[in-house]
């Protein structure tokens, strides 16, 4: 069997590649609609990196609020001009990635700040572990 030394050398160089690549954040997927987020429960590890890819597929406007969470966690450069006041609102179609560490332990409320969205059974939780 005959090896180029241009595939041989192409091949070391994805191993040594992929030896030195850093996993990057993983990706939360948050979906909004009437009147529930999925998932309704979000669990979190104190100390690694997440990016939350909050998308509205409902058909009307809707938020992600989650004050006391969003106060203790450290955000990615720029990801916290993405919030107002501890809320990613998006329109219907709409969607955002926040990338963000988890600092603190606990378990924080989150829930539409939208009239009666809340109420309707929009609400749920993040728990950093």
Do not use: W
């Not at 993983?26 to 100390?47: C, D, F, R, W």
């Not at 378990?107 to 993040?126: D, N, R, S, V, W």
């Amino acid at each position: 069997m005959r090896v180029s030394l241009t595939a041989l050398s192409l091949g070391l160089a994805l191993v040594a590649g992929a030896a030195t690549a850093q996993p990057g954040p993983t990706v939360i997927n948050v979906e909004l609609s009437e009147y529930k987020y999925a998932p309704m429960q979000i669990e979190l590890t104190h100390g690694v990196a997440y990016v939350f890819h909050v998308t509205n597929v409902g058909t009307k406007a809707h938020d992600l609020s989650a004050r006391d969470f969003f106060k203790t966690v450290a955000f990615a450069p720029g990801a916290a001009a993405k919030l107002d006041d501890g809320d990613i609102d998006l329109e219907r179609g709409d969607a955002v990635d926040v990338g963000l560490t988890p600092q603190t332990p606990g378990t924080y409320e989150m829930h539409c700040t939208h009239p009666f969205h809340a109420m309707l059974g929009m609400k749920g939780q993040i728990v950093v572990r």
